[in-house]
């Protein structure tokens, strides 16, 4: 009975058993599905983490201030790297947008409501704008703001959000290019191109308004670059800045001032009602730049030469108007400098021709026009030639012969006035040559050439007078080099090392014109001076009492320096006669001799070579001259 029993308790057994190994394999497989999750939540959770962490790190790295604004519930965020950017760390704000949009510039706040709009409403992939955002001290910061909107699947906008970024520096930095693209660097006005920019824009507005007029003011410092020269150039661009303040206390508001390069400037005068504006403002400058500027050893006197352009309706561009200013300005700078002149329409038919001259005179050294005149310089008492004075001519072919007052100033200014005395100086040289071998005197004939203050300015130029003299073949006292007080006026050092050097040379150095300049007597001893020729101004009015006072002191002086005296402009016998008796040794002007021709001059060398074995010297003639030409300091007449 037991063993059938034992087996059905068997059978009904191994059922249960099966069931609940099933039910622990259930359980053990959910266990390890959950255990998988709890892994999988858990490292969802420390990505999470890592994300966020990174997150912020970037964020601070970045130094961005980040702001969410919830437009649904119109709450807007900060984080504490925007606040503290604004210094609203101990700000108490509210959570709303209008803790930053209040703050933005009245000037800037229009249009990143604009861009904000713009963004929300679709029209633009996402915010980004710059604008002013007040800091908590009262300052205007430069931020630029981006940011992103998120939309709900019927496309509506509910969140924007994004980051503020400090760019003043970078701002500060772009507002210093652009001063620096507009402004001259040394005086902080308005530099060449950006006036001109002004000037353009300002014709283009009065040629639409025939009611309106403007002018233009263009100044030129008289003499600047000696100066320069003279005081250094750190000492320059000090006065030059002491100049352009006190030019900027003339103009009115709105005037446009500025500083074209070097020494020039120029004021532009818009809406202009009354002429007299102008030149009242043109007089202010003059009266604030004759009073001394302070240098660094002494005071500084500044004139300046003006020109004045009116314009209108009619004006073709802004560069006519430039155009004319600058003619007046020369004629002003011709007519004496330190004054101011207003173009007029006969000024442009004169500049007309003076660039048909100074293009002519470009071509005349090629062309073979140009001549040396010279001028014979006599001893007082026999009037016997002992030198010439070498004279520019130029043979024009319209104008005909034409004297160096006409041309040189011409040359100088153009550039073409080392060119032109180079040719003077070795033609010169190498006429003196063959009158010392077909005339021979004790001691030898020589001869004078005049040089310009640009021409002594050339580093260049003892090289060049000593190639010159090696050319020709005659010793340097042959050769007088004349230059004129105005030299020293403005002088430098460079200067008076360049007539030392030529001094060094053997060759004579001769003071012209003296007596009409503006310089110290000091210079006399400073300078390698051999002879001081007394200006004709004198020497015509020897019949009043100070003329000849003058003469007499100037003889004087020049005997106790053991210099030479040369009378120019002696034009009787009586002038001669009187100038021999206050002991001046050398004469030249139209009593001794016209300047000619080297045929004419030789004429006269011959005639005078003939007659030496008699010992009675040459009579020269003595004609009753027209008044001799007007002598250009730098190449005589």
């Known amino acids: ?49 890592e994300s966020e962490e990174r997150y912020a790190l970037a964020a601070l790295a970045a130094n961005d201030g980040l702001w969410d604004w919830d437009l649904a519930r119109n709450r807007c965020d900060f984080s504490p790297r925007w606040r503290a950017m604004l210094g609203l760390e101990h700000t108490s704000l509210l959570p709303l947008a209008r803790e930053w949009l209040d703050r933005v510039h009245p000037d800037d706040a229009p249009r990143l409501s604009a861009d904000i709009d713009a963004h929300v409403a679709g029209t633009s992939p996402r915010l980004e704008n710059e604008h002013r955002i007040r800091h908590a001290d009262g300052t205007w910061r430069w931020v630029l703001v981006r940011g992103l909107v998120l939309r709900e699947a019927g496309a509506r906008a509910t969140r924007l959000a994004g980051s503020m970024t400090d760019i003043s520096a970078r701002k500060k930095a772009e507002e210093e290019l652009r001063r620096a ?14 006036f001109l920019e002004a000037l353009e824009r300002a014709v283009a507005r009065i040629q639409r308004r025939p009611d309106r007029a403007l002018a233009l003011l263009f100044l030129d410092l008289d ?12 000492a320059g661009d000090r006065l030059l800045t002491s100049i352009a303040r006190r030019l900027q206390g003339c103009v009115r508001p709105g005037d446009v001032l500025a500083r074209l390069g070097g020494d020039e400037f120029a004021v532009l005068l ?78 442009r038919a004169t500049e007309r021709a003076r660039l048909e ?21 006599v001893t007082a008492t026999e009037r016997r030639i002992v030198a010439f004075e070498a004279l520019a001519r130029w043979a024009h072919p319209q104008r ?18 080392s060119a032109l005395g180079r040719w003077v100086l070795r033609e010169a040289l190498a006429q003196v040559r063959q009158w010392q071998r077909d005339y021979p005197s004790d001691p030898p004939l020589t001869v004078s050439v005049n040089l310009s203050p640009r021409e002594v300015a050339q580093p260049r130029l003892p090289a ?35 007539l030392r050097e030529l001094a060094s040379l053997g060759v004579r150095l001769h003071l012209d014109d003296f007596g009409t300049g503006y310089s110290s007597l000091s210079y006399l001893h400073r300078f390698p001076i051999s002879a001081i020729k007394i200006d004709r101004y004198f020497v015509s009015r020897l019949e009043a009492p100070d003329c ?30 009187r100038l021999q008796s206050l002991g001046c040794r050398m004469l030249q002007g139209y009593a001794c001799a016209r300047p000619v021709p080297p045929r004419e001059a030789e004429a006269l060398l011959a005639r005078q070579h003939g007659m030496a074995d008699s010992d009675a010297g040459v009579e020269m003639p003595r004609h009753s001259f027209p008044p001799q030409e007007s002598v250009h300091p730098s190449m005589g007449a």
């Open 1 to 49: 009975m037991s063993l059938l029993v034992l087996p059905l308790a068997l059978g009904a057994a191994v059922p249960l058993t099966l069931w609940l190994v099933r039910q622990r394999r259930v359980r053990a497989r959910r266990a390890l599905e959950m255990a998988r999750l709890d892994n999988k939540l858990q490292r969802a959770r420390h990505a999470l983490r």
């Open 181 to 194: 693209a507009m402004h001259d660097a040394l005086t902080g006005l308005l530099n060449r191109a950006c």
């Open 223 to 234: 003499r600047f670059k000696q100066m320069n020269d003279s005081l250094g150039h750190l």
């Open 270 to 347: 818009e809406d202009l009602t009354d002429p007299t504006d102008a030149t009242r403002i043109a007089e202010r400058m003059q009266e604030v730049l004759h009073v001394p500027l302070p240098g660094d050893s002494s005071e500084v006197v500044v004139t300046a030469s003006i020109g004045i352009a009116f314009g209108g309706a009619d004006l073709e561009g802004h560069e006519e108007l430039l155009r004319n200013a600058d003619l007046a300005m020369y004629r002003a700078k011709a007519s004496g400098k330190a004054r101011y002149e207003i173009f007029d329409t006969g000024s």
């Open 357 to 377: 001259l100074e293009s002519d005179l470009r071509r005349a050294l090629d062309r073979g026009e140009l001549r040396v005149y010279y001028q014979p310089i």
């Open 400 to 417: 005909g012969l034409l004297n160096a007052a006409a041309f040189i100033p011409l040359a100088e200014e153009s550039g073409t006035i």
């Open 464 to 498: 060049t007078v000593a190639d010159a003299l090696r050319e020709a073949g005659v010793p340097p006292r042959s050769l007088a080099l004349e230059i004129t007080e105005s030299l020293f006026i403005d002088t430098a050092d460079a200067t008076l090392s360049t």
């Open 548 to 577: 000849e006072q003058i003469v007499r002191s100037v003889v004087d002086l020049s005997t106790r320096l053991g210099m030479e005296t040369i009378a120019e402009g002696a034009e009787s016998e009586a002038q001669g006669s």
